[in-house]
């Protein structure tokens, strides 16, 4: 089962780009990386999803190693707005979803 | 509306008495999840359903018991809520099976037991 490792909290400032990196050594041939995030007082909200190399959303970009082992997700010009909570999550859509484990996430805070 | 749906959004309870949160998803979604959050901490799976009539165990299962006829409700039922129980419940459904799913979740109801 793949365990992963994210930074506790994050600071920046408007307008720059937030790179977040979460890794998991013990990802499997299967797995997919996914990660959400989640303003105060609601449910989180998945952002993107991603196998291998570079994945790019309207909202962020995930780049992924060749070995797989980190993920970085990506956040270009952040605002105040992007002040969360964001989990990485390693699975695979073939394993039961029993693990699911969202762990604390990384708490991220934008500041003027 | 289309979406996910929870009730109530705030409960307050006593010690040993029996709650039930309820889950209501609008997308045929086969999938659907029970979740708690701590302040200050991720989310812990307590239950999930692939399909109704069929609900397996999370991370945290004990105290608590879910059940599925329909596909579109998964109520979660605290049999005898304690102190530790006080938390925010968060339901989710996922048309994909797995950990790699989408989920979507609800807006969370926030239970105090005193």
């Known amino acids: 089962l793949a365990k992963t490792t994210q930074p506790i909290s994050m600071d920046s400032y408007e307008g720059q780009e937030v790179n977040i990196t979460c890794s998991h050594n013990?990802?499997?041939?299967?797995?997919?990386i996914t990660w959400y995030q989640q303003f105060p007082s609601q449910g989180p909200r998945f952002i993107i999803q991603?196998?291998?190399t570079k994945v790019t959303n309207e909202v962020a970009s995930l780049f992924i190693p060749a070995d797989r082992k980190s993920s970085t997700l990506s956040l270009p010009r952040v605002s105040l707005s992007d002040t969360a909570v964001y989990y990485c999550l390693v699975g695979s859509p073939y394993s039961s979803a029993s693990k699911i484990i969202f762990g604390s996430g990384t708490r991220l805070s934008i500041r003027p | 509306d289309a979406g996910i749906t929870q009730s109530p959004r705030y409960k307050i309870t006593e010690t040993g008495r029996q709650v039930t949160l309820m889950c209501h998803q609008t997308w045929s979604h086969s999938y659907m999840f029970w979740y708690r959050q701590d302040l200050g901490h991720g989310l812990r799976l307590i239950y999930y359903?692939?399909?109704?009539?069929?609900?397996d165990k999370g991370e945290v299962p004990d105290g608590y018991v879910v059940s599925r006829s329909k596909t579109e409700n998964f109520p979660l039922t605290l049999e005898s809520a304690t102190r530790s129980q006080t938390s925010v419940y968060f339901c989710?459904?996922?048309?994909?099976?797995?950990?790699?799913?989408?989920?979507?979740f609800g807006p969370g109801t926030r239970l105090t037991v005193l």
């Open positions: 989710a459904s996922s048309q994909a099976s797995g950990r790699a799913g989408e989920q979507f």
């Open positions: 013990n990802i499997a041939t299967n797995d997919y």
């Open positions: 359903s692939a399909a109704a009539d069929i609900t």
């Open positions: 991603g196998y291998k």
